[in-house]
């Protein structure tokens, strides 16, 4: 499918079920308003559209032209005045250029998208380019690290190193700045294993947000999945983008960094209706999209953005299947995070976790070996899908989410289940036979306030949006600690201080694998913009020159901590049961009396304080070497009350000396260490860790 080079020339395949003709045209440059050839396909093999033109070659620039009926009531919006792209097209030579040629219908026409548009769209389509695929990957081999190892790190290809001085300006906000030396030395030195990249592939920003001088800065709006998106690219746009991400994978492989794209596979940047006719609209609209029902003019929108691909096809399976192939063995990438994944499962209305689309993925021996991350979710009926996705795949929880936010503000909220989310959710995910690692547990995300903000804003301040603050989430589970937004009142300074670290070390203390979004770890802010997703400027962007220094040498240490004790990545399940020769379950609860909980104590949605003892020995894994794994015993202690107690160290847990080596309101991770009498004094709204060495 696609452009494919071969010793003849270039071979051009296209998916095009309904259509009657198909056009191939050659443009000699990317801002050529008509194409320099025109050819016809005359092959056509069960639904696909082929043909073999000698003696092309890489970076030859080219669209389709589409032909067959223009019937928007049964589904069909073939116009051969629309240039469309190809839906294979390894590297898009530049953006689309707003105009109302791109509609397939006539702009102003009372008859709306029932009319049919007579003007030529080539001069506004940016160009489909052939590539060479060769690529020197010189041995690169995937990291492949496990989950229960896995530290992700959220980031925006652009927003992460726009700003940043270390980074040579002409490459800033590029591939390879995020490829760059001075990028890995500080992703390495923050220790984590993962960078999730915020969407790559080429991408449509809406015309409305271009009337408001705003952009699609997120990206989730995707219109070429094979793409790797041209704004990003620093070394040229005529193919030279795709060499430039391979050279990134390959700098972050070598450093033992995994690349796990965010993957948009749910809908188009086509719209409903209403929307231009760029691609697969044009192709073959009635094969590629969910139609409604009763009237084939319109769409199933599970989403939000006006469209949803239509995973129940054949051929729309297929599409999807070879992009993600295409990013594992072309791209080297190591996974993917599968945005509103809730609505590729979808089977008729219903999500479906039965469905075809998990059917193939889970047999497919390229895909199935990748990290599988789902947002578990999207707006339809019964979207919300937390919990339930099948083995194999990993799933943002954003129960972990709103449970602990809730917990440090102060809401009434019960610690059982605290206790669940802490322990990696088994009431999500133990009884479908998966790990812990199943959790992928997150404190924020790119969509909603930042760690900074969360403990600054109760409301969400958009206005710089354009929707008079009607956008982005109004729940956001906040507390700005007693002023909203910048103060200059010390007391409150160091609430938020103490209220990040909290979060942060809730983050990296819970059973699961653990997402930082980038900047959090050092006090980034977008002045209470929750939905910040049109924001390509400041807002938006990591300040390299406002950094919150000491919180990101406590993220540094934390991320370490846990890094060197198991005790917090589990691979397996707690049992609840003694451990052999010690008479200490391999996870115990205490009141601050130094009691265990009872049953009634869960349930008290006043309590905000319990000590958790973790036991070292109870961890149930052997390592590569057939040995088994213990770690250190550790005992946590959660305050969320504003109140100072005082804790009683259980008697049967003191044996042996306690050390302190985390205490969130001293700002300190394993750092003048000190030996602990059997009651600790624990201020108001921390965390103290206490470690007991292995016998």
Partial sequence: MGATINKDGVNFALYADNATGVELCLFKNKDDKTESRKIKFTEKTHEIWHMCVPELKSGQLYGFRVSGPFEPQNGHRFNPNKLLLDPYAKAIAGTIDWDDSLYGYQIGSPDEDLSFSETDSAPFVPKSVVIDPSFDWDGDEAPKIPYHQTTIYEAHVKGFTKLCPKIPEEIRGTYSAIGHPETIKYLKELG?????????????????????????????????????????????ITGEQVNEFKQMVKNLHKASIEVILDVVYNHTGEGNQLGPTLSFKGIDNAAYYRLTDDDKRYYMDYTGTGNTLNAMLPSVLRYIMDSLRYWILEMHVDGFRFDLAATLARELHEVNRLSAFFDII??????????????????????????????????????????????????????????????????????????????????????????????????????????????????????????????????????????????????????????????????????????????????????????????????????????????????????????????????????????????????????????????????????????????????????????????????????????????????????????????????????????????
């Avoid at 809406?206 to 699609?216: A, I, P, R, V, Y």
């Avoid at 790990?435 to 930042?450: E, M, Q, R, V, Y």
């Avoid at 006043?606 to 961890?619: C, D, H, P």
């Fill in 192 to 236: 984590i294993t993962a960078i999730e990249l915020m969407p790559v592939h080429q991408f449509v920003s809406d015309s409305g947000l271009k009337d408001k001088g705003l952009s699609n800065y997120w990206g989730y709006n995707t219109i070429c999945f094979f793409a790797p998106d041209v704004r990003y690219a620093g070394n040229g």
């Fill in 362 to 695: 889970h047999q497919d021996p390229v895909i199935s070996q990748v990290k599988l991350i789902a947002e578990p979710w999207d707006i339809g009926e019964d979207g919300y899908q937390v919990g339930k996705f099948p083995p194999g795949w990993a799933e943002w929880n954003g129960k972990f989410r709103d449970c602990m936010r809730d917990y440090w503000r102060g809401a009434d909220s019960m610690l059982g289940e605290f206790a669940q989310r802490l322990t990696g959710s088994p009431d999500l995910y133990q009884d479908d036979n998966r790990k812990p690692t199943a959790s992928i547990n997150l404190i924020t995300a790119h969509d909603g306030f930042t760690l900074r903000d969360l403990v600054s804003y109760n409301d969400k301040h958009n206005d710089a949006n354009g929707e008079d603050n009607n956008d982005g989430e109004s729940n956001n589970r906040s507390w700005n600690c007693g002023a909203e937004g910048d103060t200059d009142d010390e007391n409150i300074l160091q609430l938020r201080g103490k209220q990040q670290r909290n979060l942060l070390a809730t983050l990296f203390l819970s059973q699961g694998v653990p997402m930082l979004v980038a900047g959090d770890e050092f006090g980034r802010t977008q002045g209470g913009n929750n939905n910040a997703y049109c924001q390509d400027n400041e807002i938006s962007w990591l300040n390299w020159d406002n950094i919150d220094e000491d919180l990101l040498a406590f993220t540094q240490k934390l991320i370490a901590l846990r890094k060197d004790h198991p005790a917090f990545r589990r691979r397996r399940w707690f049992q609840g049961q003694p451990i052999k020769g010690r008479g200490l379950e391999d996870i115990a609860w205490f009141l601050p009396e130094g009691t265990e909980m009872s049953d009634e104590n869960w349930n008290h949605d006043f309590a905000k304080s319990l000590g958790v003892y973790l036991n070292g020995k109870g961890l149930h894994y052997i390592d590569p070497k057939g040995e088994e794994v213990f770690d250190d015993n550790f005992y946590m202690i959660f305050n969320a009350s504003d109140q100072q107690l005082d804790y009683h160290m259980p008697e049967k847990i003191l044996d042996r000396p306690w050390t302190k080596v985390l205490d969130t309101s001293e700002d300190k991770v394993g750092e003048d260490l000190t030996n602990t009498s059997d009651v600790i004094k624990v201020n108001g709204r921390s965390i103290v860790l206490l470690q007991q060495a292995k016998e």
